[in-house]
């Protein structure tokens, strides 16, 4: 298939702004994964997931469904206990199914684009209410621009980090 959009080039410069860094991901959040999932499948045609699943740094527990379409990630996380509140604080409280979106992921490419993406949320006063590093698998972040009324997530994966990407089934 002949290519459609003619796309400009891009600089991934998050010194410049927070959203001018590589954007690759789009996440939701859910109290049901499993329901999450088969919607997923059975209603928007992704067939195959990649979990990711374990403790939180504070105790708690997440477990992550990644999938590929073309260029962009999709991703499903649902998260308990102790540190789940970034994952779940979004969420609507009471009963019943819940699905929403949480961030858009970036990928920060070397230290300097690190550095440069924390002192800019730094200088924009945008809160920085999740850092994670995980040696030798990734390191992350959420940046949150209340504006927007979702998170920013930033990822620096080491070569275990791009592995996995590149584990994650593709459509």
Not at 80 to 108: C, N
Request: glycine share 10%; net charge negative; with cysteine.
């Amino acid at each position: 298939m002949p290519q459609l959009l003619t796309r400009p080039p891009v600089a991934h410069d998050p010194a410049a702004g927070v959203l001018m860094a590589e954007h690759f991901q789009v996440a939701y959040a859910t109290n049901d994964i499993d329901r999450a999932c088969a919607i997923f499948t059975e209603q928007l045609g992704i067939r195959e997931f990649r979990s990711l699943e374990g403790e939180l740094p504070a105790g708690g527990h997440i477990r992550i469904e990644l999938a590929w379409v073309g260029t962009v990630m999709y991703e499903l996380m649902i998260a308990s206990g102790p540190g789940s509140q970034i994952t779940m604080s979004r969420l609507p409280q009471g009963g019943g199914f819940a699905l929403k979106h949480h961030h858009l992921g970036y990928l920060i490419h070397d230290q300097a684009q690190w550095d440069a993406l924390l002192a800019e949320a730094e200088r924009k006063g945008f809160a920085v209410p999740h850092l994670n590093d995980t040696p030798g698998f990734i390191r992350s972040c959420f940046v949150d621009v209340p504006v927007l009324g979702h998170y920013l997530e930033y990822l620096f994966p080491e070569p275990a980090g791009m592995a996995f990407f590149d584990s994650v089934p593709r459509h």
